[in-house]
């Protein structure tokens, strides 16, 4: 999805990341991406270029880390991240007048450095805006005023994307018109 699902700056590349476990329009059946990504070094620089590709035994950890995360979405103070936070330790560190304050990982692995983009979310209050689609799992970024969205289209934006949103419009009106009937 594009358009209105991405999330503002680096927190695109976490919001891609978790969206490497999807559930295709196609087939209904959910697939992982995370291994195959894994693989193609190149194909990972080009959707991650601030993270550091990870090592073939760092999967296991990756496939974890996805889990929690997804789990925390929509949450201001997400309890699931406090574990990771401690075992992958972010640091804040002083900057310049372009980015004053950065949030740096203190180990270079994978796992770290999504979690300092994580922890820029956490600190701009931005991380309770990516929300999972209740239809197609998607992960995407609220741009609503009122933080209110809940799926991640009412149009299809894309040939692969789908309008979860008017889909569940037109069965919640189908379901009441049948209510009515009876």
Known sequence: MTG????PGRLEQVRTFLNTWRVPHETRTATDDLPELISDPQRWRSGFPDIPPPQPNEIGELLDLRTDLRAALGNPAPAELVSWFASHPVVVAVGDDA???RYLARDAGTAA???AKVAVALADHRWAR???CPDCRNV???HSRNHSRTWCSMYAETPDGRACGS???VRNYR???RGNRE
């Open 130 to 132: 990516l929300k999972s």
């Open 167 to 169: 889909i569940a419009k």
């Open 99 to 101: 980015e004053p304050i």
């Open 140 to 142: 995407f970024y609220d």
């Open 4 to 7: 209105s699902s991405t999330a």
């Open 175 to 177: 379901n009441r018109q």
């Open 113 to 115: 450095a999504l979690l």
